[in-house]
């Protein structure tokens, strides 16, 4: 595991809040890692440095987890699993409330963790257990959260997915294919329940995804009896720009500083 903390204000170890983002990039691309928030996160604390009346009070790490084809799912889950167990456990063992930023597959891998158990369910894999109770708040960002629905309307995309699951586990990589598909799966999502904040960022000039994505996810939310959640369908720039505009890191600081 690699994770990025940002240190440059740090003063005790005492801060009990944290954002944790995690990159997209298709599960494979080396173009995307946890240096992808870095601007983002210079961004957040030089506006904050600026406006005296905000403390630093949150603490703000970027991961990293292994990529496909090296590895398919769900290694990429269990290494996000991980790694925030390894934040919780070992760097910051005062944290209580965590943030997931996700973007793209990030995004992906953000609602997996809220039911990890359920979804590596269907394989035999041992971690560590995580506190789910931890994560207050989710900001997903042009996210991939139906990954069957996605391939009916991109169908090129399995060139991608194929790297990142064997056969057709795709179809329960998420809450939203299994939910449909299984019956026995009454119990999912029920911790998004318990969530604070749900902010669902769209751009309206993402080349590579519409917002059918998005608009599944925000039926999904609503089929499992959620609707406190901001859905915001804005202009932040093409795919890859998400991640560092200067909307994002407006939207972070009014949400999660004031
Ligand atoms: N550059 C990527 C493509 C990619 O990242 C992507 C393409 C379409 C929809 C979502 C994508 N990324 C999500 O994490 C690749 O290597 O395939």
Redesign the pocket.
């Known amino acids: 595991m690699e994770a990025m903390r940002d240190n440059s204000n740090v003063k005790s170890q005492v801060k009990q809040d944290a954002i944790i983002f995690i990159h997209?990039?298709?599960?494979?691309?080396p173009?995307?890692t946890f240096k992808d928030f870095e601007k983002l996160i210079k961004n957040i604390n030089n506006e904050l440095s600026s406006l005296s009346s905000l403390n630093n009070k949150i603490e703000l790490y970027s991961l990293d987890y292994r990529l496909s084809p090296t590895v398919k799912h769900p290694c990429h889950l269990i290494d996000v699993i991980n790694a925030i167990n390894y934040i919780i456990k070992n760097i910051n063992s005062n944290l209580k409330n965590l943030t997931l930023v996700g973007?793209?597959?990030?995004s992906?891998l953000a609602i997996q963790v809220l039911d990890y158990k359920k979804l590596l369910n269907y394989y035999n894999e041992n971690i560590d257990e995580l506190d789910i109770s931890f994560i207050k708040n989710l900001v997903l960002l042009?996210g991939?959260y139906d990954i069957p629905k996605?391939l009916d309307e991109?169908p090129s995309?399995l060139?991608?997915i194929n790297e990142a699951f064997e056969e057709k586990n795709f179809n329960t990589a998420t809450q939203l294919s299994i939910s449909n598909k299984d019956e026995k799966n009454v119990q999912i999502g029920m911790y998004f329940k318990f969530l604070k904040k749900i902010i669902i960022v769209q751009s309206e000039n993402d080349e590579?995804?519409s917002l059918n994505q998005t608009n599944f996810f925000v039926k999904w939310l609503n089929s499992i009896g959620i609707y406190k959640f901001e859905k915001i369908l804005d202009d932040f720039g093409k795919?890859?720009d998400v991640y560092e505009s200067d909307k994002l890191k407006d939207l972070i600081i009014l949400n999660f500083y004031k």
Request: hydrophobic content about 35%; charged content about 10%.
């Open positions: 997209g990039g298709a599960w494979r691309d173009n995307n973007h793209s597959v990030g992906t042009d991939i996605l991109y995309y060139s991608f590579l995804l795919h890859n």
